[in-house]
C-alpha cells in the first residue's frame, strides 16, 4: 500500500498563486508515476498533469498548461503542483494520485490523496 498526504490550497484571488504539495508513504517503490486531478461538484475528475518518476518527464492538459507546473523529488517522495495565474474555473478540490502508468485517466492510478480544495474568487 502506498499513503498520500496533500497539503496547502486555499483561497487566493483571480491571477494568484497557490501551490499544493503530496508526501507518499509507505511501498513508494511501486510508484512509477504521480499525478494531480481536479474535480467539482457533479463532475468527473478531471486530469490536470502527471510526472514520470522515472526520468521525471511531465504532462498537462491544455487547460493549464503554461500556468501550472508539476514537479517532484523522488528522494522525499513528493510532488507539486504550483499554480499561478490561476483563474475562477480552477476552483476544484485538487488530488494527487500515484500509479503505474503515464495516463490521463483517474481509474488507472492505485492510490489517492485525501483531497484539498483550492477557490480562486474573482
Known amino acids: 500500500q502506498v499513503q498520500l498526504v496533500q497539503s496547502g490550497g486555499g483561497l487566493v484571488q483571480a491571477g494568484g498563486s497557490l501551490r499544493v504539495s503530496c508526501a507518499a508513504s509507505g511501498r513508494t517503490f511501486e510508484i512509477y508515476s504521480m499525478a494531480w486531478f481536479r474535480q467539482t461538484p457533479g463532475k468527473e475528475r478531471e486530469f490536470v498533469s502527471f510526472i514520470s518518476w522515472s526520468d521525471y518527464s511531465t504532462f498537462y492538459a491544455d487547460s493549464v498548461n503554461g500556468r501550472f507546473t508539476i514537479s517532484g523529488d523522488k528522494a522525499r517522495n513528493e510532488v507539486y503542483l504550483q499554480m499561478t495565474s490561476l483563474k475562477p474555473e480552477d476552483t476544484a478540490v485538487y488530488y494527487c494520485?500515484?500509479?503505474?502508468?503515464?495516463?490521463?485517466?483517474?481509474?488507472?492510478?492505485?492510490?489517492w490523496g485525501q483531497g484539498t480544495q483550492v477557490t480562486v474568487s474573482s
Open positions: 494520485a500515484a500509479g503505474r502508468a503515464l495516463v490521463t485517466y483517474a481509474s488507472a492510478y492505485d492510490y
